[in-house]
Nanobody, 125 residues
Framework: QVQLVESGGGLVQPGGSLKLTCAAS????????VGWFRQAPGKRREGVLC????????YYRDSLEGRFTVSRDNVANVVYLQMDNLSPEDTAVYYC??????????????????WGQGTQVTVSS
């Protein structure tokens, strides 16, 4: 069973950047697709971006392409979410999650079995 911990969240001004880290223990992340999701206050959780075992990204929201990127460091057993040009609409708790070992990015939350506890990202001036 893989345990996930997100870090790197915080308060940033509009137009700023943050890099979130999803660190794993109990298993190697390079055997899983890893997704990033977010939940804004009063809203349902939504998919952000996913990276397959092979390193192929899948954007769950087209509007994020060009601002958000995802990458892996298999040596460190982490996955990163780089977020640039942030806006207040990006304010949310961000979660990472692993799939069930298929290794490619499927479409829904139900396709992801292990979740971290989340990290808060607040974009405000």
């Amino acid at each position: 069973q893989v345990q996930l911990v997100e870090s790197g969240g915080g308060l940033v001004q509009p137009g700023g950047s943050l890099k979130l880290t999803c660190a794993a223990s109990g298993a190697r992340l390079d055997g899983y697709a890893v997704g990033w999701f977010r939940q804004a206050p009063g809203k349902r959780r939504e998919g952000v971006l996913c990276i397959s075992v092979g390193g192929t990204p899948r954007y769950y929201r087209d509007s994020l392409e060009g601002r958000f990127t995802v990458s892996r460091d298999n040596v460190a057993n982490v996955v990163y979410l780089q977020m640039d040009n942030l806006s207040p609409e990006d304010t949310a708790v961000y979660y990472c999650a692993t799939d069930y070992g298929l290794g490619y990015c499927l479409s829904t939350e139900r396709d992801f079995g292990s979740w971290g506890q989340g990290t808060q990202v607040t974009v405000s001036s």
